[in-house]
């Protein structure tokens, strides 16, 4: 059981390249979601689904595009990178439910846009 | 607006200390509340979970409490060690939430030996 992964854990790209951040999880948990974290800020949330084929904007969606096909993973887009999205993104998961289910965290992927 | 505050940004005591660490929301109406730890440049590992029907948890020399009315949460860590030197998280689940998690931006924790 591995838990929640993404790839890469690191990634230099130039202003106006699209990349994707891959997440996956084992634990058939229905709801998965990206956040960001910036230096002396909470986490946000950019996206997030509940289940395959259901996906929603979050806190500060614009420039990422997300999809849900199945329901192990959870593929976050950059469309065209800008500077503002150098950040360290993490997806999570859990059961879906009302209230009482903990989020389980990947490690993390450090992005650098120059 | 949920928001999560927690203070101070940073701590350093000797080893061996007990500590408390705070955490404080604007908004009484949440699920739970989480406490995570972070390590530089690592991914986040969840402490402890509060549901908002629960005042306190604890787990080895963690304990955390949650005061919904006044809107507050406190990390106690008993014994700190070297070891515990780390960013500590707390974020909450509002009842409106969609189950977005609302963060604080953390406290530093440096324990000298």
């Known amino acids: 059981n591995a838990g929640v992964t993404q790839t890469p854990k690191f990634q230099v790209l130039k202003t106006g390249q699209s990349m994707t951040l891959q997440c996956a999880q084992d634990?058939?948990?229905?709801?998965m979601s990206w956040y960001r974290q910036d230096p002396g800020m909470g986490l946000r949330l950019i996206h997030y689904?509940?289940?395959?084929?259901?996906?929603d904007q979050g806190e500060v969606p614009n420039g990422y595009n997300v999809s849900r096909s199945t329901t192990e993973d959870f593929p976050l887009r950059l469309l065209s990178a800008a500077p503002s999205q150098t950040s360290v993104y993490f997806c999570?998961?859990?059961?879906?439910?009302?209230?009482?289910?903990?989020?389980?965290f990947g490690p993390g992927t450090r992005l650098t846009v120059t | 607006k949920q928001e999560v505050t927690q203070i101070p940004a940073a701590l350093s005591v000797p080893e061996g200390e007990n500590l408390v660490l705070n955490c404080s929301f604007t908004?009484?109406?949440?699920?739970?509340l989480q406490w995570f730890r972070q390590d530089p440049g690592k991914g986040l590992t969840s402490l402890l979970l509060?549901?908002?029907s629960q005042r306190e948890q604890t787990s080895g020399r963690l304990n955390a409490s949650l005061d919904k009315s006044s809107g507050r949460s406190t990390l106690y860590i008993a014994a700190s060690q070297p070891g515990d030197s780390a960013t500590y998280l707390c974020?909450?689940?509002?009842?409106?939430?969609?189950?977005?998690?609302?963060w604080g931006a953390g406290t530093k924790l440096i324990i000298k030996p």
């Open positions: 689904s509940v289940g395959a084929g259901i996906t």
């Open positions: 974020a909450v689940r509002p009842e409106d939430s969609n189950y977005q998690l609302i």
């Open positions: 999570a998961s859990s059961v879906a439910g009302v209230g009482i289910y903990e989020q389980y």
């Open positions: 634990m058939n948990h229905e709801y």
């Open positions: 908004d009484s109406a949440i699920y739970n």
């Open positions: 509060i549901q908002s």
